[in-house]
């Protein structure tokens, strides 16, 4: 019902702020090509911005930011096992390379 | 004060009744978010599976940003969150009760899955046109990146597919939709529910983009 009587989240500006973050991914995609020693920033910012443009598409265009804090803490769970599973492939990361 | 009693949202909040709704949400909507985690944890598997195995293999792993036609997947990008844009146009549609603007928009979306599928099929068709098949590097491909491992095809052609696949079940799912809509047979929950599959799989893009394109 929430969902149904709330006031509509302003979606053209999303929109832009995703196309605007989109073109900002791609000239930080280019960095290292200009500046040695830039990868791992690179990586850390398209990381960073990869994750809030997912954000502002679950919260905007799929309305978690109108429902219920329980909801959006049970429907956010999945991310939990996804730290778990990053965590469990380190180490398999760290021994391949030796 | 009769009214106001009388409002399903009073009723649930002072005497939950077995039909309540403890999320506040309807059983459709629940039902299609607990089926985005668990696809979201399919996809998280595959993306992992390409960060660790290239991670493991930095010595032969090929350099995707020379191999992939960024410029033309920066496009597909671009359509897939204009398709969302369209799909949120078509919620607000239906919570008005515009059913040609929901017809409209619906189209409109359908259209842009669409056009992301054409894209990535051309790109597929060169890509194994130069060699980079999902199990083997052979011809011109092999000849530009000597010694690379087939393992970058591997992953790429199994998170990009598993993706595309997700994309034509969306066209499909929105054009089954469209045809219920045309029937009269449809809810703004329905709306809503299609629009948060087509929603999930341009957010699951803007990281398999990130991830696989641009480093």
Redesign the interface.
Known sequence: ????THK?PN??AI?YT??AL?VV??GV?QLPHYVEGSTRIM?VA??A??LV??ML??LY???LRF??K??VI??S??LV??VI??IA?LP??AG??H | MEAAIQS??MVHRHHPLPQAQ????TNGKFAM??F???D??SF??LI?TY??LR????ATWPDP?TILN?PLT?LN??IL??S??T???AF?AA?EGNVAGLKKWLAFTMLGGTIFLGIQAYEYYHLIHEGLYPWALIGEFLEKNPGASSLFGATFYACTCFHGCHVLSGVIYLGLTLLFVTRGRWS?SSI?IV??YW??V??VW??I???IY??
């Open positions: 019902m929430a969902s149904e509509h979606y053209m929109f995703l196309i989109t991914e791609l995609a990586i398209l990381v911005l990869a443009k997912a598409v679950a265009f799929m309305h429902e219920r329980t909801f049970l429907v769970f999945p096992l996804a599973l990053i492939l398999d990361v391949f390379g | 399903p949202e403890p999320f506040g949400v978010w607990l985005l985690g668990s979201g944890m998280m598997g992992a960060v660790a991670l493991g293999n930095l940003t960024i920066a990008t671009f969150i204009c969302s844009v799909m949120v146009k607000a919570q703004t809503e629009g948060l929603h999930f341009d957010l803007i990281v983009f990130t991830i641009l480093f």
